[in-house]
């Protein structure tokens, strides 16, 4: 069992940053990979970014550049730091791990990038 629970969102003028948290409690050392998705309106959910236990990650093209995840072991956490945001960046960005019997996500977090 693996609990995921999101925070950082916010309302951001285009061109600002946010950094989007996910912190990780349960059975960690069971997780292969964790990512962030993100839903805006009226759309389906989309992979924004992941992070494999060995480190490796992979960006949706709209946000190569921009964005970036990385972890801290030490406090469980997976991160999202997202610069130069636009307002197509806006939706409910939810936190998802990948375990060998399952995936997980976390209840999500709102962000909203407008003038």
């Known amino acids: 069992q693996v609990q995921l629970v999101e925070s950082g969102g916010g309302w951001v003028q285009p061109g600002g940053s946010l950094r989007l948290s996910c912190a990780a409690s349960?059975?960690?050392?069971?997780?292969?990979?964790m990512g962030w998705y993100r839903q805006a309106p009226g759309q389906v959910r989309e992979l924004v970014a992941f992070?494999?236990?060995?480190?490796?990650?992979n960006y949706v093209d709209s946000v190569k550049g921009r964005f970036t995840i990385s972890r801290d072991n030490a406090k469980d956490t997976v991160y999202l730091q997202m610069n130069s945001l636009k307002p197509e960046d806006t939706g409910v960005y939810y936190c998802?791990?990948?375990?060998?019997?399952?995936?997980?996500w976390g209840k999500g977090t709102l962000v909203t990038v407008s003038s």
């Open positions: 998802n791990a990948e375990t060998r019997t399952r995936y997980y």
């Open positions: 349960g059975s960690i050392i069971s997780i292969y990979s």
């Open positions: 992070i494999t236990s060995g480190g490796n990650t």
